[in-house]
T-cell receptor, first 117, second 116 residues
Framework: AQTVTQSQPEMSVQEAETVTLSCTYDTSENNYYLFWYKQPPSRQMILVIR??????QNATENRFSVNFQKAAKSFSLKISDSQLGDTAMYFC??????????????FGQGTILTVHP | DTGVSQDPRHKITKRGQNVTFRCDPISEHNRLYWYRQTLGQGPEFLTYFQNEAQLEKSRLLSDRFSAERPKGSFSTLEIQRTEQGDSAMYLC??????????????FGPGTRLTVL
């Protein structure tokens, strides 16, 4: 079974600054995806960024980038130029891409990020 | 709005009552997922469907829980004899299954259940 751990229950950052959210995971599989999801207060969850395990290059989506360390099973999210709209709960998630479990997401506990003006 | 919709958004019930939630996926999405999220925690997988077939169920889905997806369109999640521990947000997500590729799951707004 896979596990995902987010060790930072809460983080805060000043607007326009950079913040990094941490995530570690445990799996014996080699074929998988990792994701960061954002869940704003009272709003639905949306995908921020994804990383394929077979890719060495770190994924980037505008102000969001990841640091994927496969050997260390670490997957952190960096948010540059933080904006007030980035305030949300952020979840790290794992998806095994083989066999019949081609859809079940395993989530971490979440990190509440607050961006201060 | 063509996103995933869930109904009701909030449900308050008394312990022992039965409740049913509905999820309407994005049109043409053949996979549908149910997750449960307790306060301050990440969502936990409950079950998923490909078309009308229920392909996997979590051990979290006790005998009091049943999910259906008739005709491969909307899905219902029923909880019988509710318990206070069932209080949570129930999330639905959908995706389109394409062979050999990853398919993004799009989440609905959730149904918040409170069992008194």
């Amino acid at each position: 079974a896979q596990t995902v751990t987010q060790s930072q229950p809460e983080m805060s950052v000043q607007e326009a600054e950079t913040v990094t959210l941490s995530c570690t995971y445990d799996t014996s599989e080699n074929n998988y995806y990792l994701f960061w999801y954002k869940q704003p207060p009272s709003r639905q969850m949306i995908l921020v960024i994804r990383q394929e395990a077979y890719k060495q290059q770190n994924a980037t989506e505008n102000r969001f980038s990841v640091n994927f360390q496969k050997a260390a099973k670490s997957f952190s999210l960096k948010i540059s130029d933080s904006q007030l709209g980035d305030t949300a709960m952020y979840f790290c998630a794992f998806l095994y891409a083989g066999g019949t479990s081609y859809g079940k997401l395993t989530f971490g506990q979440g990190t509440i990020l607050t961006v201060h003006p | 709005d063509t996103g995933v919709s869930q109904d009701p958004r909030h449900k308050i019930t008394k312990r022992g009552q039965n409740v049913t939630f509905r999820c309407d996926p994005i049109s043409e999405h053949n996979r549908l997922y149910w997750y449960r999220q307790t306060l301050g925690q990440g969502p936990e997988f409950l079950t998923y469907f490909q078309n009308e077939a229920q392909l996997e169920k979590s051990r979290l889905l006790s005998d009091r829980f049943s999910a259906e997806r008739p005709k491969g369109s909307f899905s219902t999640l029923e909880i019988q004899r509710t318990e206070q521990g069932d209080s949570a947000m129930y999330l639905c997500a959908s995706s389109v299954r394409l062979a050999g590729s990853y398919n993004e799951q799009f989440f609905g707004p959730g149904t918040r259940l409170t069992v008194l």
